[in-house]
């Protein structure tokens, strides 16, 4: 059996992925245990908010839970007021996009936890290259019945996510003419990528079953789907996006996830049956939003119906607009609209490339979009 501990109905928790540069280079720098330490001596108030990721250059913020998206943005921000007092001390900046511009995977350090370890050990290159960054958002839901028949909905939304969210077309000094190349990348790794469709909790415990008992998981964290149930939170939580480079960004995607989740939740209560695609339709759309971003055309219902992601995000604003209101969110959600004017993060580091030629300079403004976003 795996249990699911219900949640408050659309309570929230986000976790935000940090890149940490050298004030010099702006290459990435292995700085996260010394951090951690400083952390746990100057700053232990915020152990549970400022933790460690694979990859010694990495930095994540946790959120507690909260009901609203404003209070989403109070932690993160006290968060990185906190980090941000001890990174300068040393010299640090941080920065956060879906990758590093310029910085080479094989110059990154593997944290030594066994997890971490065990991870490289049997995925090799591929896991070696986990050069990437993401923002994972949770929302509660209050009935264990809800869980899939969400999941397999929101797997609709991946497109608006992945297109949103984009801030990946650079890897390794690389240009990968995809809008997000951390989408592309982290799809590799075993149990990554799009989740299964299961109709019923039992199908998906058989599931976990397998997977534990023939040593492709140890545990459940290790199926690390775009979109997944998270059992001991009693949540689903949505970990489609690239890291994002401002907090305004972020609160806007929370806010999207927010209200699609509770309206999935509130059509399950009203006796509707969600939607769904097949599968194949929702590849294609990931890949689509992946290498085209916000000119992606998508396929937006089982019929084949096909759209343009720009005008299907219009659409879904104005629909869920009456739930933000309702949730307290209705600012952030519209949000997505000036954010999409003035250029979702992978146009505007392209923008940049293309006036500087410089992948530092990309660099540059991504450490400069963070720092002004939450002051």
């Known amino acids: 059996m795996v ?14 992925e940090l890149a940490l540069l050298d004030g010099g280079s702006l290459d990435l720098t ?9 952390v746990a001596e100057r700053a232990p108030e915020f152990e549970k908010q400022i933790v460690g990721e694979m990859l010694t250059n990495t930095i994540e913020l946790v959120t507690g839970v909260h009901s609203t998206v404003s209070g989403v943005a109070d932690d993160l921000a006290a968060s990185m007021g906190a980090l941000r007092r ?17 910085a080479q995977w094989q110059s990154q350090e593997v944290r030594a936890k066994d997890r971490y370890l065990e991870l490289v050990d049997r995925t090799q290159w591929w896991g070696r290259n986990m050069l990437i960054f993401g923002v994972h958002v949770h929302v ?20 608006h996510l992945q297109a949103l969210s984009a801030s990946s077309p650079f890897w390794g000094g690389t240009d ?24 019923q909790w039992v199908d998906y415990e058989k599931y976990v079953g ?12 290790e199926i690390r789907w775009d ?6 939170w009693g949540t689903v939580e949505v970990r489609v996006c690239d890291g994002l480079p401002t907090l305004e960004e972020i609160t806007a995607i929370t806010a999207l996830v927010q209200c699609l989740v509770d309206d999935l939740s509130a059509r399950l209560d009203a006796g509707e049956t969600l939607p769904t695609m097949p599968d194949w339709f929702h590849d294609e759309n990931k890949w689509r939003a992946a290498r085209y971003g916000m000119d992606a055309i998508i396929i937006e219902d089982a019929e084949a119906d096909e759209r343009l992601v720009t005008e299907c995000l219009t659409d879904e604003i104005a629909r869920l607009t009456p739930i933000a209101e309702r949730l307290g969110c209705a600012d952030e959600l519209n949000s997505i609209t000036s954010i999409i004017d003035r250029g979702v993060p992978y146009q505007r580091l392209q923008n940049v490339f293309k006036t500087s030629d410089s992948l530092t300079e990309v660099t540059r403004s991504l450490i400069s979009d963070l720092r002004t976003s939450y002051i």
């Open 140 to 159: 509660g839901i209050d009935s264990r019945d809800k869980v899939l028949p969400i999941v397999n909905a929101l797997l609709a939304y991946v497109p």
């Open 227 to 232: 979109i997944r149930p998270a059992p001991n």
């Open 3 to 16: 249990d699911f501990a219900r949640s408050p109905r659309s309570t929230l928790g986000v976790e935000w």
């Open 176 to 199: 990968t003419g995809y809008a997000s190349n951390r989408a592309m990348m982290f799809q590799q790794l075993p149990t990554a990528g799009l989740p299964f469709q299961f109709e």
């Open 210 to 221: 397998d997977m534990l008992t023939t040593g492709i998981i140890d545990n459940i964290n």
């Open 86 to 102: 001890l990174t300068e001390d040393r010299g640090i900046e941080l920065m956060s996009a879906g990758t590093h511009p310029f």
């Open 30 to 38: 292995p700085a996260a245990e010394v951090l951690l330490t400083d």
